[in-house]
């Protein structure tokens, strides 16, 4: 299973295949899975990836599953299993 892969940062335009656009606004942007790529975390496969440029978040609703969260140097990840 290919992992993404955000030690040079996280560009969505390299996983644009992979990853399917769910929403978006000037900071952040919510994508979905549809290829199985694995967490840069963990190695396992995840089903929703937050990503954001905002120094921090908050959530209206937890995941059903176990979450995991990567900083690059200019973005916060937080990937859904």
Known sequence: M???DVSDGF????YRA????LTQDADSMQLANREGLGCPACGREFEK???TED???SF???P???I???RTAEELLVLAH
Do not use: Y
Not at 11 to 14: S, Y
């Open 2 to 4: 290919e992992r993404l």
């Open 11 to 14: 560009d969505v335009h390299d």
């Open 18 to 21: 992979k990853l399917k656009l």
């Open 49 to 51: 990836l937050f990503v």
């Open 55 to 57: 120094d921090s978040v």
């Open 60 to 62: 209206d609703a937890a």
């Open 64 to 66: 059903n599953g176990p």
């Open 68 to 70: 995991c969260v990567t």
